[in-house]
């Protein structure tokens, strides 16, 4: 923001008046000036424009996705394409969009080399389907199949009791 300050020997009455209506121009014309900059920041920007970095950084918004999660798409679109085609690159990317933890493991002797696990929650898995299957298919390994594993975690609960009972066999007879 530009402060304006005149001499000392222009002090007077008119001239903070004048000072206060210049400022208050300058003000509104830095806003203009800093208006298509800030239509650049995919979290602040307007949705049309939103749309538009979108397709400049290869995004599309698939059916029913929430705006908030549109935005984190695009914003974080070329970090994810450098990090896309790794394990730990995957892993970050579903960190970043909000999915959460997720173990991946590949090349498992039982199964076809070319098979990837991915080893979500239930509730990963179901609050994010379509999520999952867009970012599968943008930043997964080429020529790999993803098979989704859910981890359904169970509270158990173990005691370690000393147990020292005696036992003794009666018989009675008539």
Known sequence: MIKLKLPFW??????NRLKTASQSWWNKVEGWLQWPLLQMDAET???????????????????????????LRVKFAFINAVDAG?????????????????????RLPDRDWDVVLLRLSDSQLSQNPELMRVLIQQYGRTCRRYDFVTITPVSLRIVAVDFNDDQQTLVASL
């Open 10 to 15: 222009l002090d007077g009455k008119e001239l």
């Open 45 to 71: 920007c307007h949705l049309t424009v939103l749309d538009l970095l979108a397709w400049q950084r290869d995004i599309s918004r698939f059916k029913d996705e929430p705006e908030s999660l549109y935005r």
């Open 86 to 106: 790794s394990t730990a690159g995957l892993k970050r990317i579903l960190q970043r969009l909000g999915v959460g933890y997720v173990e991946i493991d590949e």
